[in-house]
């Protein structure tokens, strides 16, 4: 059982936008800043959304992410068949001194 | 560039134990801490624990406390995950991860190591 929560699974057309959530609590996003990973199979999970909306260099503007209270959401704009992947959420938790907590992971689909 | 390199693929018995390293470079390390980050067959993402890279402050996310340990080597800029005993259920890929602070609530595992296979089987 993951402390952030996601939904197992999201899927979308070429073109389309999608959304995919992220809950937690007062002590992990209510607090701090959510990240979004990326992970295409058989690679590591690749950094796309950090501080709740920022985009590392290099990702395109298609990826966009939010924040509100103890929720957060990532959006992905203009579908493409390459999106297919695993996509996590992830925010420092100041519980028990500090420990990173993950969502459980949504696999998306590009139908 | 900030690259993270983590050690081969391994194949151990249980009661064996096992040690795996991630050699960090093209940053310069005071002030990073490093993440353990496990995922076990076709499953998410575990935080296992975090080092800071002079070795001074270690701290274990508590599902793994008592079950390996995490050491650095700030010379060679290396940080290591030990078992004394595996077991069947620690077979999983290992993932190390730069950790950055870039404000009081502001933190990112920045960047990853290629993933390090772990099977662990009789």
């Known amino acids: 059982q993951s402390v952030l929560t996601q939904p197992p699974s999201a899927s979308g057309t070429p073109g389309q936008t999608i959304t995919i959530s992220c809950s937690g609590n007062?002590?992990?996003?209510?607090?701090?800043?959510v990240n979004w990973y990326r992970q295409l199979p058989g690679t590591a999970p690749k950094l796309l959304i950090y501080?709740?909306?920022e985009r590392p260099s290099g990702v395109p503007d298609r990826f966009s992410g939010s924040k509100s209270g103890t929720s957060a959401s990532l959006a992905i704009s203009g579908l493409q068949s390459e999106d297919e992947a695993d996509y996590y959420c992830?925010?420092?938790?100041?519980?028990?001194?500090?420990?990173?907590?993950f969502g459980g992971g949504t696999k998306l689909t590009v139908l | 560039e900030v690259q993270l390199v983590q050690s081969g693929a391994e194949v151990k018995k249980p009661g064996e134990s096992l040690k795996i390293s991630c050699k960090n470079s093209?940053?310069?390390?005071?002030?990073?801490?490093v993440a353990w980050v496990r995922q076990m067959p076709g499953r998410g993402l575990e935080w296992m624990g975090i080092?800071?890279?002079?070795?001074?402050?270690?701290r274990y996310s508590p599902s793994f406390q008592g079950q390996v340990t995490i050491t650095a080597d700030r010379s060679i800029s290396t940080v290591y995950l030990q078992w004394n005993s595996l077991k069947a259920s620690d077979t999983a890929m290992y993932y190390c991860?730069?950790?950055?602070?870039?404000?009081?609530?502001?933190?990112?595992?920045?960047?990853w190591g290629q993933g390090t296979l772990v099977t662990v089987s009789s």
């Open positions: 093209g940053y310069t390390l005071s002030n990073y801490w």
């Open positions: 992830a925010a420092w938790d100041d519980s028990l001194n500090g420990l990173w907590v």
């Open positions: 007062t002590s992990n996003i209510g607090t701090n800043t």
């Open positions: 991860a730069r950790h950055v602070r870039d404000g009081d609530n502001e933190r990112k595992l920045d960047s």
């Open positions: 080092i800071y890279l002079d070795g001074s402050n270690i």
């Open positions: 501080s709740n909306n």
